[in-house]
């Protein structure tokens, strides 16, 4: 009985779902493509101003458990599809930041249910495994056919992990011991070593540095802060390594209308990265790795070139660092390639290359030399989590069947030529637009300026993020068409008309 | 067509699956308790020794993806069931380690697959939430029904995070930032604190220390390790912070024969605890917190008195430090209470109180004073998972449906006696059984005999867990009858008297 009824609600539950797959909606516009978003509204659809009432009760409630300071609004995610977030008052709103640039394919995507209600999936799910011990048998076949399949260049190997924070302080702790498996040669740990570790004590725990970059983010746990340098918020009140942080390049854009400028600003904070390196092997903390990402993104959307991270990866080589690639918001499809490093156009990246968000969960590629010499050295109770992987297969299928990476460059060109346009229309609002694909950015003249656009998009049904002081980012899904470009660009236009 | 496909599947597996819900075996045996677990094996079964050969050959795929040195053998988890894990070369295991401790009720229990079969749940798993911005409406009614229904005595509010590690960070994030604004009175944070906060220095990234236990583990990222003090292999290599470590007691088992050796021990290690604050003080790195195990699980099951926990928290107090207990591995009911620091019997344990594991994701409870002044201090892009909350509401539901905290103080006192008879029965290979509730252990006579025991354990189909030097540690799920103990007991006295 209780079986039939299950089934019965399930044949309901699928029959509701039937307009997921089978919309009538063909989108035109003066420059739509021809592919098409087959699960997604047809624009936003506003009833309040946002947070509405229902989200402001909720947010009383929820008050009395958690600071509720950087709570938008609630969401009705049921009713979510696609590139439209709607929520609890029934606003339905176009996402451009999509819970923070980790939503790849949109919300609700029917390939993604389907990977629900297949019943050979049900016991991943319900039975978390402490992967790093006691593995299902497709493991390794499924992080083949997934994380594996979109390898980067020269890198074979991957650990998985839970989040963004865990990636990289695994990885960083996978930089110190080859860094000390390198100084150590052929001998093993001494005792002193062994006993003075354990107390947290030199020459067991030793004094090694991560280089890292001012306004660069790579998470808030205590080792990755330390690598952090976006707002001080993040940082302050909580003890931290004393590793250098080297200035990022702070580029003028376009950037092909200041190429010399950006590549003289480029030479110097490749200088001081080099200073910075000595200076600390000189203070008897030597670098054993260099964090960075490709683009800056919490910390204001800033970019390099191509020459840039070439140079600064051979410097990495020549002074013996690890060179750890932060992928974590670049990841996954947003620049137009897989991974933004790929436009640097090198066979031979990276050492490191962590990521999370778009992937569903953390991890991170290492070349051969960098997995721990012994077991239990990267270690923790899940090691991530297959049920993530089973939908991470089923977005990279959709991405290949669908060819988003080529959809993204071009709703991507669509995007940044609107948001030229646009600084060019309203000079004193807005400036420095940048990009590549649909990960853009803009500056406003200030945050104040910033943050009442931002409110006022949204309340006109554009949800957008902010990043740095005074940035607004732009973090679609994979699945932002000209169409969803344009239906902004459109409502954008006016909340700048009307700006006072 | 394609609906109709896949919910006669879904049929058809719901029907596959009635087994799980419709067993007809009632176990007897001389202690057999009357409540039983429904959806059961009936023992163990072997066909091979373990690791068997598909699992080896799997073990060599996965060698060219990442480190194998800590894979036991991979698993079967479609038809793995309650207390029983079966292994990919179809050998079935009395399972009494669960995942690192960290599988509640037993292998697809039929309320979890339920959650995941309910058509309402659906969205929940595909669209993961950045729940600090962006939270789905039920989430302030998800958390009260399940994490605050089970809150420690004196917390209203708790911080959800995805992992063990990850919790135990924002913790002590959160006592640094509660330390420095408790010092800081009514002022805000000068510009020097905020300039100097961004390049990880002083007065911005103050000296505080947190006080931990030598035998601790509190995870393994940078400011996790720092206060980890299990074992040198964990540590060795990766920079750690100057914090203080103070002595564990290292009691003598049965504790009630040894009243005053231990409180002895106990006094020595609290006078310790105390020197090192002030010590820690003068050296201008003062205690912001100590942090500290009920029982310490990773470092060899050690456990210390109520009296112990009760005066400590006392000395926190005094000194003005925060009491964070940490329950990643004793939290959920293996003690026989849903928190091991229920056992103090105090109305006011901790200031803080961290779990995971078995509470299917992470997060921490904390008194409100505990909570960040401001928004985005203590905060990541996912904030936990609300598809792990759906699970844990079920599984809370099941704990008070089924009684499981009183099953589990009957089966751990039938498996603490049997460990006794062992142990005089053995006493050239056991010694110190203890334990509360199933959250047992006992230690062989070295390490090379402990893990031969364990292994043919293993073989004979009981799959065991090691801690310290010389320890197994018992840590079965809450369905682990006194049937299942008398079943253990057995084939480990099978083993015993097998062992040269």
Redesign the interface.
Known sequence: M???L??R???????KN?WL?ASGYRYVSKAAAKTQVEFDYDGPSMTTTVPGP?SQE?MK??G???????????????E?KGNY?VD?DGNRMLDIYT??S??PIG???PA?????????N?????????L??????N??DK??ESL?SVAPSGM????TM?????SN??A??AI??W???KERGPNT?TNE???T?????AP??????ILSF?GGFH?????CL?TT?S?????????????P?APFPRLQYPLDEFTRENAEEEARCLEEVEDLIVKWRQKGKPVAGIVIEPIQAEGGDNHASPDFFRRLRNIARKHGCAFHVDEVQTGGGGTGKFWAHEHWGMDDPADVVSF??KL?SGGYYHKDEL??D?????????MGDP?KNL?LSEVLNVIRRENLLEEVTRSGKALLNGLYELQAQYPSILSRARGQGTFCAIDACDDATRDRIMLKARDKGVLLGGCGDRTIRFRPALVFKEYHVNLFLNIFNDVLAQHK
Chains 1, 2 share one sequence.
């Open positions: 209780a079986t039939s299950i089934s609600q399930l044949a309901f539950s699928l029959q039937v797959s229902r909720l409630q929820l009395q458990i958690q600071n509720t300071g950087a709570i938008n609004f609630f969401c009705n995610y049921e979510s977030l609890v819970q923070i980790s939503i919300y609700n995507h993604l249910l389907k990977v629900m209600t297949n019943p050979n049900l016991s991943t799910f319900v039975n978390r495994p402490a790093g011990i006691l593995p299902p048998e493991f390794p992080i083949t594996l074979t190997r991957v650990q839970s989040c963004g924070a865990c302080e695994n960083y702790k110190f011991i860094y000390r498996n740990p070593e062994l006993n570790s354990m107390i947290n004590q067991g725990c030793p004094e090694l540095s001012m998470g808030r746990t205590l080792g330390a340098h707002k001080a918020i993040h940082k302050l009140d909580i003890p931290s390594f004393d590793w942080v999370s968000k569903l997995q721990a012994k077991p239990y050295r990267i270690f923790n109770t899940w049920s939908f």
